[in-house]
């Protein structure tokens, strides 16, 4: 991982203001543009094949004399057997209906589950979203206003983006998104530590250029909470030596320049490098001009 790490920011008064308070949001995945952030495909609550070794013989074979004790056939005086060929319920044809039917609830259910574990992971968890440069043309168009906005680079080895707990945290520090080719896809109940930490990090390959670094933090850790519809706003300190530099984009004005200056003297910011960025004379790139 690079030693830097950086965050587009547009004008929006929030996001000067983060030059003064520090303060940064950790958004649920919900509030991101893609539809598809942190929601794999669960194609049943758990896999077939479980469904089958989980309906066993003798399961089924204790359900059907519990129904033969209160039959009619038994205040009868007929036998265990006799019972099982009238309503044909000899095990093999008992096992196949059952699965048969806990296959088709168990793909129909899925959506249900899935809904909850969406609403759980929005209503829990933050993401902090960064990348590896500060001169990603398609970056500064769309998380930067078109230029008018500008770039904050982190100091990616702060102890800031390591906060965890254990060593199998899946959470708490800066990992890289995996671009993919297919949706993750899996059964509710094949859910883990292990899984659930890549389910975290997919994106499809269109997005590949965003070259994104991501940091999940459990909500209820944030300094301050905005209570807001429909996702609450949760923002977490950012430390003064967390920060290393902001760039200013092509096209910002003067007066969000000068915004941003006295925010960071007044934030004890005052020793970061500042930099302006300008179009390079032969090539479809950025240059960083610095200007302090």
């Given at each position: 991982?690079?030693?830097?790490?950086?965050?587009?920011f547009?004008?929006?008064?929030?996001?000067l203001?983060f030059?003064?308070?520090?303060?940064?949001?950790f958004s649920?995945?919900?509030?991101?543009?893609?539809?598809?952030e942190?929601?794999?495909h669960?194609?049943?609550?758990t896999?077939?094949s479980?469904?089958?070794?989980n309906?066993?013989i003798?399961?089924?074979?204790?359900?059907s004399k519990k129904?033969?004790?209160?039959?009619?056939?038994k205040?009868?005086?007929?036998?265990f057997g006799?019972?099982k060929?009238l309503?044909?319920?000899?095990?093999?044809y008992?096992?196949?209906?059952?699965?048969?039917?806990?296959?088709?609830?168990?793909?129909?259910?899925a959506?249900?589950?899935?809904?909850?574990?969406?609403?759980?992971?929005?209503?829990?968890?933050?993401v902090?979203?960064l990348?590896?440069?500060?001169?990603?043309?398609s970056?500064w168009a769309?998380?930067a206003?078109?230029?008018?906005?500008?770039?904050?680079?982190?100091?990616?080895t702060?102890?800031?983006f390591?906060?965890?707990?254990?060593?199998?945290?899946?959470?708490?520090?800066l990992?890289?998104?995996?671009y993919?080719?297919?949706?993750?896809s899996?059964?509710?109940?094949d859910?883990?530590?292990?899984?659930?930490?890549?389910?975290?990090?997919?994106?499809?390959?269109?997005?590949?250029?965003?070259?994104?670094?991501r940091?999940?933090?459990?909500?209820?850790?944030a300094?301050?909470?905005?209570i807001?519809?429909?996702?609450?706003?949760?923002?977490?300190?950012?430390?003064d030596?967390?920060?290393?530099?902001i760039?200013?984009?092509?096209?910002?004005?003067d007066?969000?320049?000068q915004t941003i200056?006295?925010?960071?003297?007044?934030?004890?910011?005052?020793?970061?490098?500042i930099?302006?960025?300008?179009?390079?004379?032969?090539?479809?790139?950025?240059?960083?001009?610095?200007?302090?």
């Amino acid at each position: 991982m690079s030693k830097s790490l950086f965050k587009y920011f547009g004008t929006m008064p929030h996001h000067l203001e983060f030059t003064q308070t520090k303060m940064i949001r950790f958004s649920q995945p919900g509030t991101f543009n893609d539809i598809f952030e942190m929601r794999p495909h669960f194609k049943g609550i758990t896999s077939d094949s479980n469904i089958e070794a989980n309906k066993s013989i003798t399961a089924i074979e204790i359900e059907s004399k519990k129904r033969y004790k209160k039959s009619d056939e038994k205040a009868q005086g007929k036998s265990f057997g006799e019972f099982k060929r009238l309503h044909n319920l000899n095990p093999g044809y008992i096992k196949a209906q059952a699965q048969t039917l806990a296959k088709s609830l168990n793909v129909s259910s899925a959506p249900v589950f899935a809904k909850h574990i969406d609403d759980f992971i929005n209503q829990n968890l933050g993401v902090l979203c960064l990348t590896e440069r500060q001169n990603n043309l398609s970056m500064w168009a769309h998380y930067a206003e078109c230029h008018y906005g500008f770039v904050v680079e982190f100091d990616s080895t702060h102890p800031f983006f390591d906060q965890r707990v254990s060593s199998g945290d899946a959470l708490r520090h800066l990992r890289p998104v995996q671009y993919v080719t297919s949706r993750p896809s899996l059964a509710i109940s094949d859910l883990d530590e292990d899984n659930a930490a890549s389910l975290l990090l997919s994106k499809g390959l269109d997005w590949d250029k965003e070259e994104e670094w991501r940091m999940v933090l459990p909500l209820n850790q944030a300094q301050t909470c905005t209570i807001k519809s429909p996702y609450n706003i949760n923002l977490f300190l950012m430390p003064d030596d967390a920060f290393k530099s902001i760039t200013f984009g092509r096209r910002m004005l003067d007066t969000h320049k000068q915004t941003i200056l006295t925010n960071l003297n007044i934030a004890n910011l005052s020793h970061l490098s500042i930099f302006q960025a300008a179009e390079h004379e032969a090539h479809y790139e950025l240059v960083m001009n610095k200007v302090r």
